[in-house]
């Protein structure tokens, strides 16, 4: 008896908490079929922001650039993350406590510090601003939440099959891929999935170290701002919302289809 | 043996290097750069002047910076411990789903993050001002006869707050329920120990590497997270984040600006270390 | 499995080292000479302005944006003033720049822009930059104060008018710390540039008498909160005024007895710019008449050039927004560098912030 009323009231909660998280998101896809420019006042249905955004060559190059960013610096800081955090779980080296404390420091650090500071270290480095140091800065501060994710999920972890394999005379490259890996993958994935959030919604770092064809959506949108957000970004988010719901479920029924 | 020494040097080279010259290279050497501005002065033109002094420090010892960060760390506390009320038992939920479900809910949380987060703010705040969707659906069922003044407030600060930063809070408690020893809740309840009981005393010490990091990844960036007080409670505060940004943005006197960096980061680690050091006494953290 | 995963990753790292590699340097659009760079706010040059351009000359243009005129100056400082051929900012950020060692802008060449002589010459020769060696003026903005005449029931006229009680918990200010200072300089008097300390103590008072009347500070749509009814009156800039009539037509504009501020944005070339020939060219174009106008409609910035009127919409004439009349332009004083006195506003703000 004590189990249905949980399990009723765990659905109940869930739907709760994920209306809380895609109410904004519903107005904001509502909002971009609205005919006043303003965010205010409901006026009447257009599609005229569609229209607008897919001849607007600015927010779309703006997009373009995010995503190649996103997509770039996730998988680096995916892979430096994971790899880091592995060896700083098994191993004691000198410097352990430093590196610590840096992936610290770069959680803590406010936006604006790293982004004058890493302007002025590519300036003086004499580097061209543009993709390539966007993907250096967003790796930078993608790897510490790969980082923790990965090593939340290594903790307390059972090392006695990895002790066997290895007893069993498997390679140590060998062991990390067949057992290591398979564990802590959820928690890749969860951090990849951050940290693409994150590089995809970054203002403060972006407009640092970014170069005149560089420009990525977040800043396009911020610096809109002193004109009064367009409902196109509206329907650039409603558009985009729905490319990744629907990739999501497409990925599930390939998922499932393949399970029978 | 010599083959099996190199074997393992390869390993560990592969897997700490690539993490540690990363950090060294992008954040030591950046780091390096704030502290010796910080101990720098702004010209009158707005530039910074070499000549090493403690004034950028020794100004910060005064009631209006104390409020500001005493302010700031109270905001980002509220807003972890609601973030962890409300994320624990959703975490906790989602891991007892079917197993294939699992992934599509966790991924269902984290993709409205993929749109812009100034938008979904912008979203919050239709939904919650005066003459916003809340009001006019309460005041049509009758349920208030006046609006409720919800938007620039405390409360749709922490609103706007928790709602930016659940997944971080999510993904981790949800890493370290999902993948908790499902036999030893099952042994203690056979052995007659109330629900309630084998939760506290085998859950939530097992999952507690979960909720540390869950508690870092929110406190910690919202410490300096500006934008959501100023959209949602109307900017009436000032922060440690916005204080920040006026030193590069209005004042141009980039040295104070990098002092209160410094200290802001010197802050969040001792209060990192001290939590840690708190609970770590509990339970065997070996998150970090 | 993971092999499978493998090879998913590293076909997408070389997918995405080419893109890069192909796009890191000049790629994009454009080739060789006939790229422009213009750097400011976006939408600040309208889509189809840009547009014209591009048909009429057939140069690209790459149009990158900054949020606030410091990000912008440090910007530049790091490219050394190159990179850039067009930036449009404000005109004591402009100030700023021309008091540097290594001025980072380029001496405009009049020969090179004949239609220099469309700008009105109440606009030119400003204090920031006189003779206008580095800066050409693009639009003005000036601030004023919206009401709403159903919820207000006085008439406002002032500055001053705001500090009455009746105005607690209702008004929205721009977030910006040089203007609202600036307000509470001119209620006692004084000029917004101000450095003597113990009037910038008398202002702070001031500003604490205000703090009540605050409800929220916006710096980028103060008059949504208009629109909204969340605040019953404030302190905007031009173009943002205008969207609160636009809005709610009842709600009311007024220039402020004491005088107001004012911002006039220009152009300047940055020192090492690319393509100097297609910068000059450029800003040459946007003081036609015509182009003029078409941007200053869009954007609802006050136009700088005699020639732009014969083109005005009657709506655009209509908008007290737009225009400010002369007596209130005499009065209007322009925000100028104040050299190391901003820590003291900056304090001053935060403390104003606290209370």
Not at chain 1, 197 to 214: L, R
Not at chain 3, 113 to 131: M, V
Not at chain 3, 296 to 310: C, V
């Amino acid at each position: 008896m004590g189990n249905r009323i949980i399990k009723i009231f765990s659905k109940f909660y869930m739907l709760l908490i994920f209306t809380f998280l895609y109410f904004p998101i519903f107005i904001i896809v509502i909002y971009s079929f609205n005919a006043s420019k303003s965010n205010v006042l409901w006026t009447g249905f257009t599609m005229d922001w569609y229209k607008k955004l897919l001849e607007d060559e600015n927010v779309i190059i703006a997009l373009q650039n995010s995503l190649k960013i996103a997509f770039s610096s996730t998988i680096i800081s995916s892979i430096i993350g994971t790899t880091g955090a592995v060896a700083m779980y098994k191993y004691n080296f000198r410097g352990k406590k430093g590196i610590d404390l840096l992936l610290y420091i770069q959680i803590i650090i406010p936006e604006i510090i790293m982004g004058v500071s890493l302007l002025n270290y590519f300036s003086v480095l004499n580097m061209e601003f543009g993709l390539f140091t966007l993907i250096l800065a967003h790796t930078t501060f993608c790897i510490p939440f790969v980082y923790i994710l990965v090593k939340a999920r290594l903790a307390g972890f059972n090392s006695s099959i990895e002790e066997a394999a290895l007893d069993l005379g498997a390679g140590k490259f060998t062991v990390f891929r067949t057992v290591t890996f398979p564990l802590i993958l959820p928690g890749i994935i969860s951090g990849a999935a951050l940290a693409f959030a994150i590089s995809f919604d970054d203002v403060i770092i972006n407009f640092f170290v970014s170069g005149p064809e560089s420009t990525t959506l977040p800043i396009k949108i911020f610096s809109m701002l002193r004109f009064g957000l367009s409902p196109e970004i509206n329907a650039l988010c409603s558009i985009m919302l729905i490319i990744t719901l629907f990739v999501l479920m497409a990925s599930q029924s390939i998922r499932i289809k393949k399970q029978n | 043996m010599f083959k099996k020494i190199k074997k393992l040097d390869i390993f560990k080279i592969v897997f700490i290097y690539p993490l540690a010259l990363w950090m060294v290279i992008f954040v030591a050497i950046p780091l390096i750069y704030i502290i010796v501005i910080s101990f720098a002065q702004r010209s009158a033109s707005g530039e910074i002047v070499y000549s090493f002094n403690l004034r950028n420090y020794t100004t910060m010892i005064s009631p209006l910076y104390f409020k500001v960060f005493f302010d700031s760390i109270s905001l980002a506390f509220v807003s972890t411990l609601l973030a962890l009320l409300f994320g624990y038992p959703f975490a906790y939920f989602i891991a007892k789903v079917k197993k294939r479900w699992r992934v599509i809910l966790l991924l269902l949380v984290v993709i409205p993050f993929w749109t812009n987060s100034l938008i979904r703010i912008y979203g919050w705040m239709i939904l919650l001002r005066t003459e916003g969707i809340i009001n006019h659906f309460l005041l049509a069922i009758k349920l208030i006869h006046e609006p409720i003044k919800m938007l620039y407030s405390y409360g749709a600060v922490l609103v706007g707050m928790v709602y930016m930063l659940f997944p971080f809070m999510v993904l981790p408690l949800y890493n370290s329920i999902e993948k908790m020893d499902k036999s030893l809740t099952e042994a203690s309840k056979d052995l007659g120990a109330s629900r309630w009981k084998c939760f506290f005393t085998i859950t939530l010490p097992l999952t507690m590497p979960g909720i540390v990091a869950g508690s870092i990844l929110v406190f910690v960036p919202s410490i300096g997270l500006f934008f959501i007080p100023d959209l949602m409670g109307g900017g009436t505060v000032m922060l440690i984040g916005n204080l920040i940004r006026n030193q590069f943005l209005q004042a141009r006197n980039w040295p104070f600006g990098a002092a209160l960096s410094i200290v802001m980061i010197f802050v969040a680690l001792l209060l990192i270390g001290v939590a840690t050091k708190l609970l770590g006494k509990k339970v065997d953290l070996e998150v970090f | 499995m993971m092999k499978k995963i493998l090879k998913f990753v590293s076909l997408m790292l070389i997918a995405i080292l080419t893109l890069v590699g192909c796009n890191s340097k000049s790629s994009t659009k454009g080739s060789g000479d006939k790229v422009l760079n213009i750097f400011t706010w976006a939408n600040y040059v309208p889509d189809s302005v840009v547009k014209e351009y591009e048909k009429k000359t057939g140069i690209k243009v790459n149009y990158a944006n900054f949020s606030t005129n410091e990000e912008m100056l440090s910007k530049l400082q790091a490219v050394k003033g190159g990179e850039y051929d067009v930036v449009i900012c404000a005109d004591y950020i402009i100030q700023v720049m021309a008091k540097d060692k290594n001025v980072l802008m380029a001496p405009i060449n009049k020969d090179n822009i004949p239609n220099f002589k469309n700008e009105d010459p109440a606009y030119l020769d400003q204090s920031f930059d006189k003779g206008n060696k580095y800066s050409v003026p693009y639009t003005l903005g000036s601030q004023m104060i919206v009401y709403n005449p159903d919820k207000v029931k006085k008439e406002v006229t002032s500055y001053a008018d705001l500090w009455d009680s009746s105005f607690k918990s209702s008004l929205v200010l721009i977030d910006d710390p040089r203007s609202i200072i600036g307000v509470a300089l001119r209620k006692l008097g004084y000029g917004i540039n101000e450095t003597d300390a113990a009037k910038l103590d008398k202002a702070k008072e001031e500003l604490k008498k205000l703090k009540p009347n605050v409800k929220l500070f916006n710096a980028d749509t103060p008059q949504d909160s208009l629109i909204s009814g969340d605040a019953t009156a404030g302190i905007m800039w031009g173009s943002q005024a205008s969207a609160a009539v636009k809005g709610n037509p009842k709600l009311k504009i007024v220039y402020p007895s004491e005088g107001t501020t004012v911002e006039e944005d220009n152009f300047i070339i940055p020192i090492k710019a690319p393509h100097m020939k297609n910068a000059e060219n450029f800003i040459n174009f946007m003081l036609e008449g015509k182009i003029s106008n078409e941007t200053t409609t869009t954007t609802e910035y006050i136009n700088t050039t005699t020639t732009a009127k014969p083109f005005m919409s009657q709506e655009y004439l209509n908008n007290k927004a737009v225009f400010i009349p002369a007596e209130d332009l005499i009065k209007a004083m322009h925000i100028l560098d104040i050299g190391d006195t901003a820590k003291t506003y900056d304090s001053i703000w935060s403390e104003f912030k606290q209370q």
